[in-house]
């Protein structure tokens, strides 16, 4: 298959020769990928969803604590055995207390402190005065039915990781879909590259026969026919301007989209495309293409953490509906000494009596429950919804492979049939202009010929333009076969295509 005569021409600049930069679709990718503004700011979420993760999991972190108050009491008292004589019981109490407090993954709090104190009273019964008090405690409270576990108690951070790859999901399907639009902006800039340089000899054929009816206007050319060739070229000049403008605004759109900084430098570059659309017929095997979709759209994997997503929420509600009941375990040592001595009251605590301990259970459930069973209900209901999307999913993904499957090989058939269609026309157009050359300027025919030559160079510039359109549609549509089988980020030869099981080499 030979080459087209505008490919040479639009991989060389056009409008700037000392101010230009050579593009293609694999630099842009990676140019994008490295600098792009709406990339970077589709990645945010990722990593404010991940520190979700850190603050589940901060709920397991020790917590220290520190507590010191001081009570003055006097009250009047009615009862001489409170103070032993004095009419008012006048009391002086100071404490201190600092401990740790840690929840596990199994639901328990563990809470674990030294207290230490002074106290003295006007009572004759308080003995001795100035007391120095002590007391180092341990307690333990184990949940056994709502709130027990370790899957439950690490739901959060579970659905903390499920919300994060669900955001990293959806990146990457951002990421996809930008990379298509990078990769179909280029493509259109080649188009309209080659639609210009179309529309230039398309102009250039105008000018010449104008330029050949006025070198014969004194022999045969007649004014009707002049007149009717510069209103051509001003109709083609047009067109070609407003080619040129359609340009620039294409560029201006794929900076945008790359951001890269050669790209956005104060003096705008011309960018010339370097890569030609691809012209050979590549088979696609349609069962691996579905699979590889399967296997790698990020679809696929963010409706599938939902589904997981909604069964955690479900056995968090299966557990919040069973009733509270908890082991309550508590023990402590005390020790007290006169004097203001609470130095020799710590010693005391550890080397003087017994500890004390406490062991209790405590249930509590409410008499209907309806709260906690309408939560299940609600999350079962999520978790059936999830699985009904999830298999739409599926059959979405499936049917798009099967659409690009069939829009890639109808648009390479396309392709073939307005080669044949512009070659007919070329080969017209020139039949025309040899007999109107051969024609007398004055006989009347010529004047009808000439209409036709022009006519058929605008119907051989539409089909030369139908042409291009078909050559970047299947590319496009390999480029759309690649981001509906997943693989758009995994490119790294040259776009639109790379060799995989997905397309088969004839």
């Not at 070229?233 to 407003?242: D, H, N, Y």
């Not at 000494?337 to 249930?363: C, M």
Request: charged share 25%.
């Amino acid at each position: 298959m030979a080459d087209y005569w505008w490919e040479p021409h639009v991989q060389v600049p056009l409008r700037d020769p000392q101010n230009h930069i050579y593009v293609d679709v694999q630099k842009l990718i990676f140019d994008a990928l490295n600098h792009s503004l709406k990339l970077k700011a589709a990645q945010e979420p990722i990593l404010i969803r991940a520190d979700d993760i850190v603050r589940a999991e901060a709920e397991f972190d020790a917590t220290a604590f520190v507590e010191s108050k001081f009570v003055d009491i006097s009250e009047p008292v009615g009862n001489t055995l409170v103070t032993g004589g004095p009419p008012r019981l006048n009391t002086h109490d100071w404490s201190f207390e600092a401990g740790i407090r840690k929840k596990t993954s199994s639901g328990a709090r563990i809470t674990a402190s030294q207290r230490m104190g002074h106290s003295n009273s006007n009572s004759v019964f308080f003995t001795p005065q100035d007391q120095g008090t002590t007391q180092l405690s341990l307690g333990i409270t184990q949940p056994l039915l709502n709130g027990a576990g370790h899957t439950y108690n690490t739901s959060m951070i579970v659905l903390a990781e499920l919300n994060t790859q669900i955001a990293d999901d959806q990146f990457r399907r951002n990421l996809q879909n930008h990379l298509l639009e990078v990769a179909t902006v280029y493509w259109q800039l080649y188009m309209e590259r080659a639609m210009m340089l179309q529309r230039q000899r398309h102009l250039e054929r105008a000018v010449e026969i104008l330029s050949v009816l006025e070198n014969r206007i004194a022999l045969d050319s007649l004014q009707s026919q002049i007149i009717r060739a510069r209103s051509a070229v001003a109709s083609r000049k047009a067109e070609l301007e407003r080619a040129q403008f359609t340009i620039r605004n294409i560029e201006s759109r794929l900076r945008t989209l790359v951001n890269s900084p050669e790209l956005v430098r104060s003096r705008m570059p011309e960018l010339v495309t370097r890569e030609l659309p691809l012209r050979t017929y590549l088979a696609v095997n349609l069962d691996a293409a579905i699979q590889t979709a399967l296997t790698h759209r990020p679809e696929m994997d963010e409706a599938l953490q939902r589904v997981k997503a909604a069964s955690v929420r479900l056995g968090v509600s299966k557990n919040e509906w069973l009733p509270a009941l908890s082991l309550v375990l508590e023990t402590y040592v005390s020790g007290l000494e006169g004097n203001s001595n609470v130095g020799g009251a710590l010693q005391r605590q550890l080397d003087t009596g017994a500890p004390s301990y406490t062991a209790g259970l405590v249930f509590e459930t409410p008499i209907l429950n309806r709260a906690a069973s309408a939560r299940v209900r609600q999350r079962k209901r999520e978790l059936r919804q999830m699985t009904l999307e999830f298999e739409h999913t599926t059959q979405l993904l499936v049917e798009e492979v099967e659409v690009a499957v069939r829009d890639a090989t109808a648009a390479f058939r396309e392709m073939g049939s307005k080669e044949t269609a512009m070659l007919a026309t070329q080969h017209e157009a020139d039949h025309l202009r040899n007999r109107w050359e051969l024609l007398p300027g004055t006989d009347r025919s010529a004047s009808l010929v000439l209409e036709d030559i022009l006519n058929a160079q605008e119907r051989l510039m539409e089909e030369e333009t139908s042409l291009v359109k078909a050559q970047v549609d299947y590319v496009k549509a390999l480029t759309e076969l690649k981001r509906v089988t997943g693989t758009m980020v995994c490119i790294n030869q040259s776009l639109p295509l790379q060799r995989s099981n997905v397309i088969e080499q004839p």
